[in-house]
């Protein structure tokens, strides 16, 4: 009787984790919210506001996937420039196909509690990017990059211009150098909504058909369980169930073909942590750098 009690259990924890509904004010749970320093809300403050100190709102992008790291931005930046200049800026994602519907019902939803309009831009990460530099006259983006990404791994600043065959924007990046701990220390001490998936054990969303629960977040006494993706502490760790496709993104490693230099003046082209397993805002290219659709 117990052996059957501790499998129906084991059941049960495990349904109602993966019906758990989808909400844009969705609490956070108690996640132990340690490890962010004041001095990185700072920064990330002072960048933001450096940015809208030379330009107008309305030539600013924001990439809106409603990822984690996407969440946190947003929030940095509503604090450090106040909602009304927020719902001036330009809130975009790239057309994806392949999507979670829960991420895009989360995405749509938080969209509207924040008040403002999302442009979601059909075509190659390059050329809807260009639509939009041309069609909204943007000159820079604020993007929830961060160092673990392949792309993040080769840049020297959190302040950068977009490579070489992309619109001429400056990308602001506030969470370049946290970790995902950080992040999720964060997400839960300001009570930052989220998309439900995570707490299914998913600790970064890409396309539906190559993502899956984290295996190293994998219930060892009750199979079929995952713990929820805040409990994750390495970033090497955090695309392991996520595969890799697409171009050369806006701030991507260099490529190797003639003529064609593709990444940033910034980039450091000996930093060797460019894995394209380790990556949050990124589908492995283009995506990642502007938002497309995970975080």
């Known amino acids: 009787t117990v052996s059957v009690l501790y499998w129906v259990n084991c059941f049960v924890m495990a349904t109602s984790s993966s019906i758990h509904r989808c909400s844009s004010v969705d ?3 108690d996640g132990g919210a340690v490890g962010v320093e004041q001095h990185m ?12 100190s030379s330009r107008t709102p309305e ?8 990822g984690k790291d996407s969440m946190a931005t947003v929030q940095l930046l509503t604090d450090a420039v106040g909602t009304a200049v927020v719902r001036r800026m330009v809130f975009f994602v790239f057309d994806s196909p392949d999507e979670f519907d829960e991420l895009v019902s989360f995405r749509s939803a938080e969209a509207a509690r924040l008040g403002v309009e999302l442009v979601v831009v059909p075509g190659p990460p390059r050329e809807a990017l260009w639509r ?5 006259g943007l000159e820079a983006a604020v993007v929830g990059m961060r160092r673990a990404d392949p792309s993040g791994a ?7 211009r977009c490579t070489a065959g992309w619109p001429p924007m400056t990308l602001y990046l506030p969470v370049l150098e946290w970790a995902v701990p950080q992040i ?7 009570g930052i909504p989220f998309c439900c998936l995570y707490r299914q054990g998913f600790t970064s969303l890409g396309p539906r058909h190559e993502t899956v629960p984290n295996p190293a977040l994998r219930d060892p006494e009750c199979p079929g369980r995952f713990r929820p993706a805040w409990e994750l502490r390495d970033d090497c760790l955090e695309r392991a169930s996520r595969g890799s496709s697409g171009e050369p993104s806006v701030l991507s490693t260099p490529t ?4 064609n230099s593709a990444h940033p003046a910034s980039a450091s082209p000996s930093d060797p942590h460019s894995s394209p397993s380790s990556a949050e805002t990124s589908r492995g290219a283009p995506d990642s750098a502007l938002g497309a659709s995970p975080a």
């Open 27 to 29: 609490p956070p749970c």
């Open 41 to 52: 809300v700072t920064e990330a403050h002072g960048i933001l506001q450096e940015m809208v």
């Open 59 to 66: 030539r600013v992008g924001v990439a809106f996937n409603g």
């Open 132 to 136: 939009l530099h041309q069609e909204r």
């Open 154 to 160: 080769w840049l020297k600043s959190n302040v950068t």
């Open 184 to 190: 999720w220390a964060y997400t839960l001490a300001r």
């Open 256 to 259: 190797h073909a003639a003529g």
